[in-house]
Every structure is written in structure tokens, then in C-alpha cells.
């Protein structure tokens, strides 16, 4: 099958989560993260960095995490420089927020945490892209220790207070837990348009529009054929992808009902789910 790149313009938008507490979710995000809420509704609220909406918050009380199962590993918070990474690493030791580890993935640097509902998030900046390398074509990639003393210097004698995520903070990529690598790479690959970036052994892969380094991660951590995780749990609802137009969207749509893809017409754009479940909302034209 001749490989059609998905426009290079691409970009992710908004993630939608199921959380199991309203009022607890938007606490952590906003007082440990630096996120602002844009719009908080009764059992839904929209956050964002002084933008358009990063992330929008579903409660269902009673929801559980399962293990074992698809959809999200993390999403990144991607912010604009080093030096905002660090007032973010900064912020979470003086609230004693715990990390659940810290990397050096020789394209960015990266922390990771969970929410309350252990919904996984990464923050991270980006290397310029001059930085970046390539073997044959792919990127490559590493999980290196992070130099955290490194990072923190980039504040010098500044001790102002943290005020937040830096306007022009965005979604940099999604990194999801699948079924199976080679129906995830058919479907986000052959399907979708993305290209490859890298392939992590028989484990993981990295896609991406535009020759950035990954928009989405795709993983079989939580078992090769695991199940889509069952109703009433906390975890992914959906993530939006992002094209410059409808003309770039409808391409898209046509390649997936070519390939025999359930499309569904929402508000927001146009669903479809990958062949784990997980759910992507296609949304044409400059954020709002």
C-alpha cells in the first residue's frame, strides 16, 4: 500500500478524561499543575494554559481505574522552554507532589506523574529540532537520566512565585496503551496518515505528522490483546486531532471508511476509534 502522509500541519487538541471527583481533579490540576479553568460546568469543566481548552474533565462518580486494559498511558503537557519546565519541576517538589519517574528522551526532557484517579501525565519540553537525530530515517530516542540539577539552573536567583503554565503551553502528544502493535500501526500508519518515527522493538511505536518526533505513542504494556476498559472507568474518553481544514479532515475520513472504519459525526468533528477502542475525535480548522 502506497503510504499517504497525513498534512504536516496536524496537531492535537484537546483531552478528554473521565475522572471519578469534579472538585478534586480540577484542585490537582490547577494547584499542582498550573492549569486554568476555563468553564466548569456541573459534572464537566475545561482547562486550559491561557489558551484554547488543553484538557476537559468528565466526572462520573464511581468510576474505577482497571488495570489491564487500553487506552491511556499518559498525555504531555508540553511547555515552551526549558526554563518552564523547571518553574513546573520547582513547583511540584515544594508542594511535595510525587513523580512517577523523570527522563531524558534525548529529543525532550520529561516528568512524569498521575492525577488522583492515576490518569498519567507527562511534562516535558521539546530539544530544537536541530538537536534531534536520525538513524535511517527514524528519530531516535532514549530513556536517559534526566539532569534535573541542569534543568533546575535555568531558574538562576529567580524565586517568584509560580504563576502557572506558560501561555503557549499545548497537547504535544498522546501515548496510548493498544491491544497490538502491527492493527495500531495499520491503523494510525496506513490509515490515518502518520508517519512512523520509530518502532521500540515488539513493544512500541512513535508516529507522527510533519516530521515532529512523535504525536502519538503506542504501547502493549498492559498486555499483548488486552481488553478495552470496561464502563464506569476512569481513563480516556477521547483526544482530539487536529487538521489545518475540512478538505485535509475529509481526506482523512475517506481513507478510514475505505478501510472499513466505523465514522461517526459529532459536534466536534468526526470519531473513530483504532482498532483498541480508543477513541479519536478528527476536528478540522485553527483552534477556538
Known amino acids: 500500500m502506497t503510504h499517504t502522509s497525513i498534512h504536516p500541519g496536524t496537531t492535537l487538541g484537546a483531552v478528554h478524561l473521565t475522572v471519578s471527583d469534579l472538585a478534586r481533579a480540577i484542585a490537582f490540576y490547577e494547584e499542582r499543575l498550573g492549569f486554568r479553568t476555563r468553564l466548569r460546568e456541573q459534572s464537566s469543566a475545561r482547562l486550559g494554559a491561557g489558551g484554547a481548552d488543553l484538557l476537559v474533565l468528565h466526572e462520573e462518580r464511581g468510576a474505577k481505574r482497571v488495570r489491564g486494559t487500553t487506552g491511556l498511558y499518559h498525555f504531555a503537557v508540553l511547555v515552551p522552554s526549558r526554563r518552564d519546565l523547571a518553574r513546573s519541576l520547582a ?55 534526566l539532569d534535573a540539577d541542569g534543568v533546575l539552573s535555568e531558574l538562576g536567583d529567580d524565586d517568584s512565585a509560580f504563576s ?76 482530539v486531532v487536529r487538521l489545518p481544514d475540512e478538505g485535509e479532515r475529509d481526506r482523512v475520513v475517506a481513507r478510514a471508511r475505505e478501510a472499513g472504519v466505523e465514522v461517526e459525526t459529532v459536534p466536534e ?7 483498541s477502542g480508543n477513541r479519536i475525535v478528527l476536528v478540522a480548522g485553527a483552534e477556538g
Open 164 to 239: 502557572g503554565l506558560a501561555v503557549g503551553t499545548r497537547i504535544g502528544h498522546m501515548h496510548l496503551h493498544v491491544a497490538g502493535l502491527d492493527a495500531a500501526q495499520k491503523f494510525y500508519v496506513d490509515v490515518l496518515g502518520f508517519d512512523l518515527m520509530l518502532r521500540f522493538g515488539p513493544s512500541a511505536l512513535f508516529v507522527s505528522a510533519g516530521g515532529y518526533h512523535h504525536h502519538i505513542g503506542l504501547n502493549t504494556w498492559a498486555g499483548v490483546g488486552a481488553p478495552a476498559p470496561p464502563a464506569g472507568s476512569v481513563g480516556l474518553r477521547y483526544f
Open 91 to 145: 513547583h511540584l517538589v515544594e508542594t511535595e507532589t510525587p513523580l512517577t519517574g523523570a527522563a531524558d528522551h534525548l529529543v525532550s526532557e520529561a516528568l512524569y506523574l498521575s492525577d488522583p484517579d492515576d490518569n498519567g501525565i507527562e511534562i516535558c519540553r521539546d530539544r530544537p529540532r536541530a538537536e534531534w537525530r536520525f538513524d535511517g530515517g527514524f528519530v531516535r530516542m532514549a530513556t536517559d537520566p
Open 269 to 275: 468533528g468526526v470519531a473513530v476509534r483504532d482498532p
